[in-house]
């Protein structure tokens, strides 16, 4: 498997709280991969994907399948038990994932799997999934509509009650494309969460308070960057 690789060396897989989604707060250890199929503007890991800013070979380690869970199941045993896959794009590598997810669903942690809802899961990895946090990309990603809305994948997520939609808001009319995203795959409100883009607590904080109006309007949850209010643009946090 093809992990971001922290400075120092490490592979990133570290213990923190989840920032974002509808287990915000929840103490998780994280395990982000590397390599994406989209190119979002406003991405804040493009060191996973982006090897024309950043230099592939320092900013990944591949490890197998097999020490990836041994280290996650170490941290669990002192830790939290709940396991947060990140990326990048993390099923990209789904082939692997399947391994890792099956030796800690079968050690009885929860696991949340984030992708941008490009990729339909497989059989065997969906079988260990507990939490789907799916965060399809609007025009404002800077992706071609043909490369970020895939339908037949959107749909499969969107059957399932465990999955919950989280749209980066940049601009008042992202509201109304995820609102007419949401009308086409026939997706809850209680399901989607609009949460502001944003690296730094004061553009949080300008954004959320007119997204939080926005959210009352449509009945959609608002989303935080939690960890971005606690750690700023920190790795590993």
Known sequence: MLLSRLPGGRPEIFTSIQGEGITCGLASIFVRLSLCNLACSFCDTKYTWDWDRYDRDIETIELA????????LARARRGPKNVVITGGEP???Q???????QRLHDEGLGIEVETNGTITPADALAACVDQWNVSPKL???GNAAAARERAETIAWFAARTHAYFKFVIVDPPDVDEA???AERYEIAPAQIILMPEGVAPRVLAERSRWLSERCQQTGA?????LHVLLWGAERGR
Not at 65 to 72: K, M
Not at 221 to 225: A, E, I, N, Y
């Open 65 to 72: 399948a097999e020490d990836v869970a041994r280290d996650v």
């Open 91 to 93: 099923l990209l590598q």
């Open 95 to 101: 082939r692997d994932l399947v391994d890792v997810a």
């Open 139 to 141: 025009a404002s990603s």
């Open 179 to 181: 609102a007419a995203f």
């Open 221 to 225: 949850r608002l989303g935080m960057r």
